[in-house]
């Protein structure tokens, strides 16, 4: 069972940013996509953004495209989320997921390993 841990969900003003990491000491993830996901309450799983193994493809979520960045260090095993000009919509939990595919994937099913989600809450 491959474990990830996400962090760095903060309470932040609207307009501010945010940096979410992403880590796992389980698996090695060069290999894996990594994607990043969100839920609010009463709300389904939305995909965020996605990355593939060698960073040479990413794709986003139509709500965050131009704000949101997603990139990873696979030498340390990490991936991040960069949240740029935050807006109260965003609030939600935020999970990073992987899984062995090549190309990226934007639906939940389709990633087999996740975090434990990260709270952000946008608000003034």
């Known amino acids: 069972q491959v474990r990830l841990v996400a962090s760095g969900g903060n309470l932040v003003q609207p307009g501010g940013s945010l940096r979410l990491t992403c880590t796992t000491s389980e698996v090695t993830i060069s290999w894996y996509i990594m994607g990043w996901f969100r839920q609010a309450p009463g709300k389904e799983r939305e995909f965020v953004a996605g990355?593939?193994?060698?960073?040479?493809?990413?794709k986003y979520g139509e709500s965050v495209k131009g704000r949101f960045t997603i990139s990873r260090e696979n030498d340390k095993n990490m991936a991040y989320l960069e949240m740029n000009n935050l807006l109260p919509e965003d609030t939600a939990v935020y999970y990073c997921a992987t899984d062995q595919h090549y190309l990226i994937r934007t639906a939940p099913e389709d990633y087999k390993y996740w975090g434990q989600g990260t709270q952000v809450t946008v608000s003034s």
């Open positions: 990355i593939s193994p060698s960073s040479d493809d990413v």
